[in-house]
């Protein structure tokens, strides 16, 4: 099994698109990828504009050549819904079930998505499935919330074994902070897990610390029973990020776990454009005329 990453928050974009290779299957995970509207009060700077478009790229080039894409919720950075609708066509899409479980816009978004590929691709409702081909297991969650309640709708986990080999993906759990999230994990015991982790950037804000302690609860229960442990997305919104996760890094070393972020796995730089956002306009300015601003929030 291969584990590829191709857009992410340590990577310079929001997103987790990953693609995962058996020897049966080539599936695509979560083909989106965007920008955050606002930072430190500044709309994205053209460096991170110039990264999404590079990222968006490499993902279409490998959701092309897939034979499977999992969309796990309808938030923007895991879906795109205007460009590159030929990376569906005559292809099998598993999908969020887009009536049940899902929140008023998450609702709208999904119905324009899936009106948008409709008769192009061959779209099945993914939440709490199983698929077998060949000694590759593709296992679907049932809903779980995007973060610590309702707000945000809800998410599908995705699990992959094949063989001895198996990777876990918890779209956007925000932590794990929730029993119902972790415990997806935490039976199927995967070797790689990748997680969205705590939204920390938020803390105090949108985010409680008291989430923040559930989810590096969990996250500990979950260095545990995986080999590698690879955390991303909402957590390195956050240039303190490490340290908000310390007790973790300390627990990996003692027992001899890895604890990774996506640019790690893909072999590349750290490079978290969003949160050093500020930085960039200082170092690289740019006039009022050459600011754009991002079209929708997440």
């Known amino acids: 099994m291969r584990v590829l990453p191709l857009s992410s928050d340590s990577m310079g ?6 693609l995962v290779e058996t020897k049966e299957l ?4 979560d083909p989106g990828v965007a920008l955050g509207p606002s930072r430190y009060g500044l709309p994205p700077h053209p460096k991170e504009w110039e990264r999404m478009e590079e990222h968006w790229r490499e993902i279409v080039r490998h959701a092309d050549r897939s ?3 999992v969309v796990t919720h309808y938030h923007y950075d895991h ?7 030929e990376i569906y066509e005559d292809k099998r899409v598993l999908v969020k079930d887009p009536r049940n479980e899902i929140n008023q816009s998450q609702r709208g978004r999904a ?11 061959r779209v099945e409702v993914a939440d709490g499935r199983k698929l077998v081909e060949g000694e590759t297991l593709l296992e679907f969650s049932t809903p779980v919330f995007h973060g610590t309640n309702s707000r945000l709708g809800y998410v599908i986990e995705v699990f992959v074994r094949e063989g001895e080999d198996s990777f876990l993906f918890t779209s956007d759990v925000e932590g794990p902070s929730l029993e119902d999230q972790v415990r997806f994990i935490l039976e199927r015991r995967p070797k790689i897990v990748m997680v969205d982790g705590p939204m920390t950037y938020m803390l105090g804000y949108r985010y409680s610390r008291a989430s923040l302690e559930a989810s590096v609860r969990n996250l500990s229960a979950v260095l545990d029973v995986v ?5 991303d997305h909402h957590l390195l919104r956050d240039l303190g990020w490490s ?25 590349k730089s750290l490079d978290m454009l969003e949160a050093r956002r500020k930085e960039l306009y200082e170092t690289y300015p740019v006039s009022r005329s050459e600011m754009r601003e991002w ?3 997440e």
């Open 67 to 69: 034979d499977l894409i």
């Open 79 to 85: 879906h795109n819904p205007w460009e590159g609708l």
């Open 227 to 231: 080999e590698t442990l690879v955390v």
């Open 13 to 18: 974009a929001r997103s987790m698109a990953t």
């Open 111 to 121: 119905s324009f998505f899936l009106k948008r590929i409709e008769g192009v691709a």
């Open 295 to 297: 079209r929708l929030e």
């Open 243 to 267: 340290e908000k996760i310390g007790s973790l890094f300390i627990k990996g070393r003692e027992i001899g776990k890895k604890i990774l972020t996506s640019n790690e796995l893909a072999n």
């Open 26 to 29: 080539r599936i695509m995970i």
